[in-house]
């Protein structure tokens, strides 16, 4: 027991300090490691690029509503890229694509707004990723169009008084990247949301919370805001200049266009008959032009149009200057589009067409005080030949677009089909009666009859056959303001 007492070296004092300095040291390393971690994870920036020091150890979170890059919809394996999104029933299918790779953090939730844009009881969509990302409006295809990856739930509508709906979405199924949405209906009727190119609606929103920051929020969204304080001012100062002068003469008399081709297809255009006039305009659809008030020049400016070719609108838009005892200044709202119906679901309530023809209308009227709607002048049956229930939608199309536009009792003007085409087939005849009739059925309605005084013929009435020609086209205008003149006196 001595011997191993005797085999132990006495510790200096020294050594037993430095046991203990270094024991502390390791400790207070650990400790500060933890401290600058919870620091580090402290520190954000200010909108001067300045250092500052949160409150807590946990990041801001923020929120950022986005708004789609490229919205597009499908219907009968047609894609098409306008100011509403219809989502048909069985196969109908809206695109939405949203871009947050702007987002430098981490995604902690989201939710997407859809507004409900046509009148109807009940909706209902469903709400899916897709299983692609790269497509864009003008590259989707019914061949490339990606498919429905993972449904993420449904929107419900059970009545008009919250038109905007939400759904949650998961942070798991949003990248920072390029988002691909598609929207579906298992409703059997068509379902309709406004789409980012929609002048007067809010569009679908992907509303994200976020840590972290956007990027290029500083260089690119402060000067995009200060540009278009810039544009407000220039537009304000024209909006005003625009509004006195039209102060002064009443505003606007709007002539309503629509239909099929045959309210914008004859050929034969004229640069003498058919000039403008500087006192009529028409609004703009085409490009930059959209919603734009600009001259009322052949062809004016439709859905479709064909250089070369005329409708009755700039003939009944003169006669209609020639009979006013003050100035006033008149605009065409052209919205005819070649070989549509209703059958095909383009003019009822909650369609396309009809909601751009009222949107267009509403428009000027909330812009342009002191506007207001004169009539409308309708032609359109062709393709609704074979639709069973022609008397029906027509009568109802009448009383919806005369009510959505605040304005009962308007005077609403058919035109005949051309009689040629019409007399080759005993279900045109009826269907020419339907139209003709419409005056006994519903009151302020008129029939521009193509068959009197005397019956529109073209020198080969088998040439286009189903259209009238520039002639005839001139020669309607005339019977349509004939019928205007009628009700309205």
Not at 22 to 30: A, D, N, P, R
Not at 285 to 300: A, F
Not at 356 to 378: F, H, M, Q
């Amino acid at each position: 027991m001595i011997s191993i007492f005797k085999s132990l070296q006495p510790i200096r004092p020294i050594n037993i300090i430095s046991l203990f300095v270094g024991i502390f040291m390791l400790s207070l390393i650990s400790s500060c490691s933890r401290d600058y971690d919870v620091l580090e994870n402290a520190i954000l920036t200010n909108s001067n690029n300045e250092l500052i020091v949160s409150e807590t150890d946990q990041l801001e979170i923020n929120m950022f509503k986005f708004s789609p890059i490229d919205d597009a919809y499908i219907d009968n394996g047609k894609v098409i890229n306008d100011t509403l999104i219809r989502i048909e029933p069985i196969n109908g299918r809206g695109y939405l694509m949203f871009d947050l790779s702007r987002i430098d953090g981490l995604i902690e939730k989201a939710y997407i707004e859809l507004k409900l844009s046509n009148n109807i009881d009940e909706a209902e969509i469903t709400v899916s990723k897709s299983n692609a990302n790269n497509w864009t409006e003008e590259t989707l295809t019914s061949s490339n169009a990606p498919e429905i990856d993972t449904i993420l739930g449904k929107v419900y509508w059970n009545d008009n008084s919250e038109l905007i709906k939400s759904l949650n979405i998961t942070a798991s199924n949003l990248l920072i990247g390029k988002n691909s949405l598609i929207l579906s209906t298992e409703k059997d009727n068509t379902q309709v949301i406004s789409s980012k190119e929609h002048k007067n609606e809010i569009g679908a929103s992907l509303i994200v919370y976020y840590q972290g920051e956007l990027t290029d929020i500083k260089e690119e969204e402060v000067v995009e805001e200060e540009e278009e304080v810039v544009v407000e001012e220039e537009e304000t100062t024209s909006s005003e200049n625009e509004i006195v002068e039209n102060e002064n003469n009443n505003g606007y008399d709007i002539i309503l266009i629509a239909g099929q081709s045959n309210t914008h297809g004859g050929r034969g255009y004229n640069s003498i008959l058919d000039a403008s006039d500087e006192s009529i305009k028409q609004l703009g659809r085409s490009n930059s032009e959209n919603y734009n008030i600009i001259d009322g020049v052949e062809p004016l400016d439709h859905y479709t149009k064909s250089t070369g070719k005329i409708g009755f609108g700039l003939t009944f838009a003169k006669l209609y200057k020639s009979q006013q005892d003050i100035a006033k200044k008149i605009l065409i709202i052209p919205c005819g589009k070649n070989s549509t119906s209703f059958k095909d679901n383009n003019w009822n309530k909650g369609d396309e067409l009809y909601e751009d023809a009222v949107e267009r209308v509403k428009y000027i009227i909330n812009n342009y005080p002191g506007s207001s709607l004169k009539t409308i002048l309708w032609h359109q049956g062709e393709n609704d030949v074979y639709n069973d229930n022609y008397q029906k939608d027509i009568d109802i199309f009448i009383n919806n677009i005369r009510q959505d536009l605040n304005s009962p009792s308007v005077p609403f003007i058919l035109g005949g089909m051309v009689p040629y085409w019409v007399e080759q087939d005993q279900t045109r005849i009826e269907q020419q009666q339907i139209i003709q009739n419409t005056p006994n059925r519903i009151s302020n309605t008129g029939y521009a009859d193509p068959s009197l005084p005397t019956v529109i013929n073209k020198a080969v009435n088998t040439d286009d056959e189903i259209h009238f020609d520039a002639e005839g086209q001139r020669e309607m205008g005339k019977r349509y303001f004939e019928n205007y003149l009628q009700i309205i006196n």
